[in-house]
Structures are given as C-alpha cells and as structure tokens.
C-alpha cells in the first residue's frame, strides 16, 4: 500500500453514511499518534470551564486516581470507534457513559461543549502537526460520528456542521474559561500523570513542553506563567518535524486504537468494558466525561 492510498480509499466513501467507518480509518490508521495527544488536550481544556474543573476535583477521578480516569476514558470512547454504534461493545460503552452522567446533575451546554472539543481539537492538531490535513471526508465524518454520538447521549441542541462545533466550542470557552483552585489542582494532576509516562529525570522538562503546546487561554485560565517564545517555537517545531517524518513512513497494515497506547497502565491483565468508569459519589452533584457498559473481556494486546 502506497503512502496516500488509504486517503483516497476514505475519499471513495461516503463520509455521512459511512462515517464511524471512515473516522475509525483516521484514527486507528492514518493519524493514532495524533488523535490521542490531540483528544488528551481536547479533554485539559475542559477543566478550564470550573463547572466541569470542579465537578472532577469533588469526585477525585482526576486527583486520586488520575492514570484510571485516563485508562477508562480511551478506552471507553475508543470502544464505539473500534467496533461501531450497534455492536454488543459500542452499545456497552454508550449504556455505560449514560448510566454515569445520569448519576450526576450536569448541564446540557457543558455537554455539548465537551463533544464539541472531540470534534474541533484533533483538526485542529493535525493541521499543525499531521503529516497530512484531513480531507473534507474525513472532517464531516468526524462530524456526523460525534453528532450520533450526541444523540445516543440525549444531548441536545449538537451541532450540524463542523463549523457550527467550531464555533460552538470557541464561544463557550469564552464566555466560561475562568481561574477555579479546585480545577488547577485536577490540571496539575494530569501534567503529573503524564510526565509519569516518562523517566523521573525528564519530569519538569515534559510538564514545560506540553505547557509549551497550550494557547495563551488555557494558561491563563489555570494561571500558569507562559514559556518562553524560544520554548515554546522549538517544542511546536519538533512535533511537526516528527510528522513530516511520519510522512516519508510506508502506511500503517493494522489498526492502532487506545487498548495499544502504552500509555494505558491499568489493566495488564485485560478488562470488562462494565467494569470501566466511575461510580456515584454520595453528596457530589455533577459528573466527569466517559465510560463503558457489558461483557467480553478484551486483552490489551
């Protein structure tokens, strides 16, 4: 397979009917590297709405147990993208996600606005560090997979279009990024967990690159001083080198979804898709962002 056959397969399809199908074609072939990091920041910068910070911090789901959180979310949003919305597995996951918000008293607009960043963030990475664009198929898409996947929430009000989730998501920010304590403390816990990923020497080095690839919003919402330009130029200019030498790359044979990513600490011995997730917490009023519903066990080969 050449380097942009996959791309014009995906072009040959219909990106309204066939949506789940060519967006799990982007994410688990063409960009898996990318749409991680990109929906890792997708799901940071909702903390930075203290409703949605805060609601995290009384649960404790992103500071007590921060590497679970983060396991169940990619593997539970993963689980509809890899096997689809009427598989046993997808019709599992969106059972569970919607058993766990209904636990919680959460606003429809916070809602949104989360799907919103599912839609808007990976396009918005792989412009600025993909080894490609998306093609318009695969931006409508991504568009029409998350708006199904509104719907099977009871979402209300989801956007059309990608444009409409664009500017859904920018006008929510700015009317609700805002400094809270409770959401820097979940902020600091994710920075902590992902420099984990990496030797302990490399830790204040990997906390400075990712606040390297935050815009000037999101620090000023969780009040951390900005890199410097230098910092901040020579980190964003890595990561798009590496894309261009994924590029040069052969094409990818076998699909990479979120149960690969080494990142995934948690369940070395496989899991349970109802297993996944969190359960209600006597007194907290509101809620996180995803989980999973019935059986299988599924092996993290």
Known sequence: MKRFERLAQIRTMDPEKDATEVYRLSVAYEFPWDFTRALELALYRTYAVPSIGRLLAETAELTDR??????????????????????????????????????YDIGNDDMRYVLCTFVVMPKRWIEAYGWRRLSRHEIVASTVHHRTLGRHMGIKDVPETYEEFEACLDAYEEAHFAWDPQARRVSDATLDLMASWYPRPLAPLLRTTTLALLDDSLLKAFRYPPPSAATRAGVRRAVRLRGRAVRLLPPRRSPHHARHNWEIKGYPDGYRLEDLGTRPVPGVQGCPVRRTGPSAIISGE
């Not at 689980?79 to 996600?97: D, K, L, M």
């Open 66 to 103: 921060t590497q679970k959180r983060y396991d169940d979310t990619s593997l539970l949003l993963d689980a509809v993208v890899e096997h689809g919305f009427v598989s046993e597995q997808g019709r599992t996951a969106i059972r569970r996600i919607n058993q766990m918000h209904r636990s």
